[in-house]
């Protein structure tokens, strides 16, 4: 058990160098981030500060090794734009997308399981070839095209909802939350229905799925031939089984969520890391880019490496194809 | 049931909302200031949000003429001596009163700002002493003749010097100013103790990503502004910016994009707009024969010759892009700033004569024509990728075979400045709003160390104009300045070395009852924007 925890270990380090090195290669690629930040007419003397305080005057391998040996102090660098330290000013937007993240997958469980479940135990219905069809809906849609709909309808159109921002907030620990205040969460509903949309479906299709394939099972049969109650044959025998597969993919997914808010959070003006992201991007704020790549980055090897110690400790058969493997 | 309860309480957020708005006006911006420090960014979005909290001794008008704001009077006393007389009985809003030593902290604090990522230094750097000959009588003298000393202190943000922990005295000196305290970092003023400027609003709230708030300042000495309350709200994508004014989320947008207006206008919302001092222009490769993408020449730059540059600006057809891809929302251009701003002779624009043009081709040997690759960015200024498509479809009529080559700002800006096209489409702001700062940067000989020629990838060059330049640049008397400007720019424009194609229109949309005066240097200020609703009603 301990080898293969160092072993994983070891391979997460790894990931994590190679996307460090990726990453700050990626970066460097675009654009000379003094065309962009300093005023166009600066004289060359302002030009030629910017750069050395900056540190653009370095060689590439320099810059690099100057940036690994400030990642072991946990400094990932400063702003070019704001002049603050840029792991802050990502770490300042992670609730926020943290907090949408979350709920949409709240909303894509709430929502997709029942769906599923009942396109699974009705799959040549009406009802349950309608669900299918949705899902195919939601997998295919454009999020930031569905995010204007959603805008259209539900803000412009009916007026319920507003059309974006983050709304009225409360601190919990520190950390301002916005779903527990009404008006946060009517801030909250669009971007995290959105969000969620392709989550959804996805956890409908798998569902539905695995729904089909217990249902058959002779355990499932038995009990129906005991004379068990179809309710309780649904809500115990085949929910709690197909719930194992479910939770897996939807861990895994979690790490994507946050990743794929940037679109939801751009089209909804959502103050979190993506749209942050997209901002520094158009500014060429290297330090952020790099920064929020780097959470990610570790965020995503971080949830891996946890599901697969959780898997080996459950599932020996894991331990012993790796040691074979 | 359910249905009839929502509506209801539906209604009655509709109702209170209503109420709220009349005292609170919320604005979707299209970008983010970067810091609340006045002193941090120069940078537009920056500058219009300070100028709510903090003033300088000189405002700028919608047309960007100076008027008088903490300074009541300016004046040259000689050719490197200023005086300013500045407005008394004002206070910042920690209730500390206005004095000459404010300005000078202000001025002193503007080099110390820590990672500024372009710093307002460039506006003080000819500023060789200032002294208070009382506390209402400023001295300023400058390093050599600088007639713009007064657009440049417009951009001074004034800052309260003891809400930011400066001594008693504070005294100007060339390296370092004395007396200056703990300097405040520029995350401090985030907090509104800090942020004390003299100013009709007081900074509330800054959340990053997602509003500043504004409240009204009751001491205020000039006009008080209508709202009492100000939100602002950073919506950067386009589309969703017009979704929440059509929403009722917000009460006005900025930079709406102009394919969205008619929509707007339908729905009975108000729009606004008037000229920016913005200028799109083609700039072409001078250097020498060694063009970058230019083919069928035997190895020569054709841009070189007069000839060409001219078939070029003859082959474009101006009022069509102005009409079919900027929707009206641009005028044609002949000058570099749109007149009648300083220095603008109102010099007839370019007509369109594609016959003419093929006919100086041949003129200049180029009757075959040859190939070119014109350099977009395609997210920078309205439109921007489909007006180089459409120049480039009009070179191509005259036999120019242009390839257009668009790409991000980002990326853009990066490979201009490596002088990687042989023409390409870009566009000037003069933040000034005057003739001086188009020359200096776009059509002087290429001279960094002075600052001229610094957005010239082109190196376009002609001494005649580089000496009229520098004689305007030292000239204090306005009416003799203007002269020589006019001069410099007619000879940039008479050989072509730069084309102007035209001056955007910005925009400004708002639910009915608001009012705003469009400004040529795109700022909305919120200060400015005037509740008309109790007129509309009654």
């Given at each position: 058990m301990l080898v293969y925890l160092i072993r994983?270990?070891?391979?997460?380090?790894?990931?994590?160098?190679?996307?460090?090195?990726?990453?700050?290669?990626?970066?460097?690629?675009?654009?000379?981030?003094?065309?962009?930040?300093?005023?166009?007419?600066?004289?060359?003397?302002?030009?030629?500060?910017?750069?050395?305080?900056?540190?653009?005057?370095?060689?590439?391998?320099?810059?690099?090794?100057?940036?690994?040996?400030?990642?072991?102090?946990?400094?990932?660098?400063?702003?070019?734009?704001?002049?603050?330290?840029?792991?802050?000013?990502?770490?300042e937007r992670l609730p926020a997308t943290m907090e949408l993240a979350l709920v949409a997958l709240f909303i894509s469980v709430a929502v997709g399981v029942p769906l599923g479940v009942y396109a699974g135990l009705k799959p040549d219905s009406i009802g349950g070839r309608s669900v299918m069809a949705g899902s195919i809906l939601g997998f295919s849609l454009p999020n930031f095209w569905q995010g204007m709909i959603l805008i259209l309808f539900f803000a412009v159109f009916l007026g319920w909802l507003p059309a974006g921002g983050r709304g009225e907030t409360v601190n919990v620990l520190g950390i301002p939350v916005s779903f527990l205040t009404l008006d946060g969460l009517k801030h909250l509903l669009l971007p995290a229905l959105n969000l969620a949309l392709f989550k959804m479906s996805l956890v409908i299709r798998l569902t539905r799925a695995n729904t089909r394939e217990v249902a058959l099972q002779d355990y499932v049969k038995f009990a129906r031939a005991k004379g068990i109650s179809h309710r309780r044959v649904v809500f115990v025998h085949i929910l709690k089984n197909i719930m194992i597969p479910v939770v897996t993919i939807l861990g895994l997914e979690l790490g994507s969520m946050v990743a794929f808010a940037i679109v939801t959070e751009t089209v909804f003006a959502w103050p979190g890391m993506g749209k942050l992201l997209i901002d520094s991007i158009n500014l060429l704020d290297r330090p952020v880019i790099v920064a929020y790549l780097m959470l990610t980055v570790f965020i995503i090897v971080g949830i891996n490496l946890v599901v697969d110690i959780l898997y080996s400790a459950l599932d020996p058969r894991v331990r012993l194809s790796e040691v074979k493997g | 049931m359910t249905l009839r309860t929502t509506t209801l309480a539906a209604a009655i957020l509709a109702v209170s909302a209503h109420g709220a708005a009349a005292q609170e006006l919320t604005i979707g911006l299209s970008s983010e200031p970067t810091s609340m420090d006045p002193q941090f960014h120069n940078l537009a979005t920056n500058t219009q949000v300070r100028l709510n909290i903090f003033e300088s001794l000189i405002a700028q008008d919608p047309l960007q003429g100076l008027e008088p704001s903490l300074a009541t009077k300016w004046e040259a006393l000689d050719d490197t001596t200023w005086r300013y007389s500045l407005r008394e009985g004002v206070e910042f809003h920690d209730g500390t009163p206005f004095t000459a030593r404010d300005v000078i902290y202000s001025v002193c604090r503007i080099p110390l700002v820590e990672n500024s990522p372009s710093s307002f230094s460039i506006y003080t750097q000819s500023v060789t002493d200032m002294r208070a000959e009382d506390d209402?009588?400023?001295?300023?003298?400058?390093?050599?003749?600088?007639?713009?000393?007064?657009?440049?202190?417009?951009?001074?943000?004034?800052?309260?010097?003891?809400?930011?922990?400066?001594?008693?005295?504070?005294?100007?000196?060339?390296?370092?100013?004395?007396?200056?305290?703990?300097?405040?970092?520029?995350?401090?003023?985030?907090?509104?103790?800090?942020?004390?400027?003299?100013?009709?609003?007081?900074?509330?709230?800054?959340?990053?990503?997602?509003?500043?708030?504004?409240?009204?300042?009751?001491?205020?000495?000039?006009?008080?502004?209508?709202?009492?309350?100000?939100?602002?709200?950073?919506?950067?994508?386009?589309?969703?910016?017009?979704?929440?004014?059509?929403?009722?989320?917000?009460?006005?947008?900025?930079?709406?994009?102009?394919?969205?207006?008619?929509?707007?206008?339908?729905?009975?919302?108000?729009?606004?707009?008037?000229?920016?001092?913005?200028?799109?222009?083609?700039?072409?490769?001078?250097?020498?024969?060694?063009?970058?993408?230019?083919?069928?020449?035997?190895?020569?730059?054709?841009?070189?010759?007069?000839?060409?540059?001219?078939?070029?600006?003859?082959?474009?057809?101006?009022?069509?892009?102005?009409?079919?891809?900027?929707?009206?929302?641009?005028?044609?251009?002949?000058?570099?700033?749109?007149?009648?701003?300083?220095?603008?002779?109102?010099?007839?624009?370019?007509?369109?004569?594609?016959?003419?043009?093929?006919?100086?081709?041949?003129?200049?040997?180029?009757?075959d024509g040859f190939k070119i690759v014109l350099g977009t960015p395609n997210d920078r200024y309205i439109n921007d990728e489909q007006v180089a498509q459409a120049v480039a479809q009009m070179l191509t009529r005259i036999g120019i075979?242009?390839?257009?080559?668009?790409?991000?700002?980002?990326?853009?800006?990066?490979?201009?400045?490596?002088?990687?096209?042989?023409?390409?489409?870009?566009?000037?702001?003069?933040?000034?709003?005057?003739?001086?700062?188009?020359?200096?940067?776009?059509?002087?000989?290429?001279?960094?160390?002075?600052?001229?020629?610094?957005?010239?990838?082109?190196?376009?060059?002609?001494?005649?104009?580089?000496?009229i330049l520098k004689e305007a640049m030292v000239t204090i008397d306005d009416d003799k300045r203007s002269q020589l400007l006019q001069k410099a720019e007619s000879i940039a424009l008479d050989e072509h070395g730069i084309i102007p194609l035209h001056y955007e229109r910005t925009a400004w949309a708002m639910k009915p009852g608001l009012d705003y005066e469009p400004r040529v240097d795109q700022y909305t200020l919120a200060f400015e924007v005037k509740d008309v609703s109790d007129e509309a009603q009654d």
């Open positions: 994983r270990l070891g391979q997460s380090l790894l990931a994590v160098t190679a996307m460090a090195f990726l990453v700050f290669l990626g970066v460097y690629a675009i654009g000379n981030p003094v065309d962009i930040l300093v005023s166009p007419d600066a004289t060359q003397a302002e030009i030629q500060a910017t750069v050395q305080r900056l540190g653009l005057d370095k060689p590439l391998w320099d810059q690099f090794l100057v940036f690994v040996g400030n990642v072991f102090h946990g400094d990932l660098g400063t702003s070019f734009v704001y002049g603050r330290p840029a792991l802050d000013i990502v770490l | 209402h009588t400023l001295i300023i003298e400058t390093n050599g003749p600088n007639p713009l000393l007064p657009v440049e202190s417009s951009t001074w943000a004034i800052l309260s010097a003891d809400a930011s922990g400066a001594e008693d005295t504070v005294t100007f000196t060339e390296d370092g100013c004395e007396g200056m305290g703990t300097l405040p970092a520029s995350n401090d003023f985030n907090s509104p103790d800090v942020a004390a400027g003299t100013g009709p609003y007081m900074l509330d709230e800054f959340t990053r990503g997602s509003q500043i708030v504004l409240t009204r300042n009751e001491d205020y000495w000039g006009e008080a502004p209508d709202w009492e309350r100000i939100v602002m709200r950073p919506i950067t994508s386009a589309g969703p910016r017009v979704a929440a004014l059509l929403s009722g989320d917000v009460d006005m947008i900025e930079s709406p994009p102009i394919q969205d207006l008619p929509r707007l206008e339908d729905a009975n919302f108000k729009v606004v707009d008037s000229l920016s001092n913005r200028i799109i222009y083609l700039h072409m490769y001078h250097q020498d024969h060694d063009a970058p993408g230019i083919e069928g020449t035997n190895g020569e730059n054709p841009l070189l010759d007069a000839k060409v540059r001219e078939a070029i600006s003859l082959a474009i057809n101006r009022e069509a892009i102005v009409e079919r891809i900027m929707g009206g929302y641009a005028e044609p251009a002949g000058e570099l700033l749109p007149p009648p701003m300083f220095g603008t002779s109102g010099r007839a624009v370019d007509a369109y004569d594609p016959e003419r043009a093929q006919a100086l081709l041949a003129e200049a040997g180029y009757e075979e242009t390839e257009v080559d668009a790409s991000t700002a980002s990326q853009f800006f990066s490979r201009r400045n490596d002088q990687e096209f042989p023409i390409y489409m870009a566009g000037w702001g003069a933040a000034s709003g005057e003739m001086s700062s188009p020359l200096k940067s776009l059509v002087a000989s290429y001279d960094p160390d002075a600052g001229l020629g610094v957005t010239n990838p082109g190196r376009y060059s002609n001494p005649e104009l580089d000496s």
